[in-house]
């Protein structure tokens, strides 16, 4: 499966983006898929998944609450609506996929992955 990321963008504290996870191949609906962001000189690290039917989705600490995956398989389509913007949140993001019924938190476990996207928070 090939992942598609979109949405990046500046925007202020305390404000929204939405970003997008397109994928091709019609068998979307048979992957987890999950969202990941680096700043610089940081590691890599987890923020949302979501389960390949939907119902369920797992989340870092640092973004509940303030952030929301979710997906349209027929749009063969995920999404991360982020809310109250902070500057830490500021990062590529990234989309990853796997098969199977995983959907965690580490990004070894994640087969396909997106280009990234960059979103910056201003203070």
């Known amino acids: 499966v090939q992942l598609q990321a979109s949405g990046g963008g500046l925007v202020q504290a305390g404000g929204s983006l939405r970003l997008s996870c397109a994928a091709s191949?019609?068998?979307?609906?048979?992957?987890?898929v999950g969202w990941f962001r680096q700043a610089p000189g940081k590691e890599r690290e987890f923020v949302a998944a979501i389960r390949r039917s939907g119902d369920n989705t797992n989340y870092a600490d640092s973004v509940k609450g303030r952030f929301t995956i979710s997906r349209d398989n027929a749009k063969n389509t995920v999404y991360l609506q982020m809310n109250s913007l902070k500057p830490e949140d500021t990062a590529v993001y990234y989309c990853a996929a796997r098969g199977g019924t995983y959907y965690g938190s580490e990004s070894y476990n994640y087969n396909y992955w997106g280009q990234g996207t960059q979103v910056t928070v201003s203070s």
């Open positions: 191949g019609r068998t979307f609906s048979s992957y987890a």
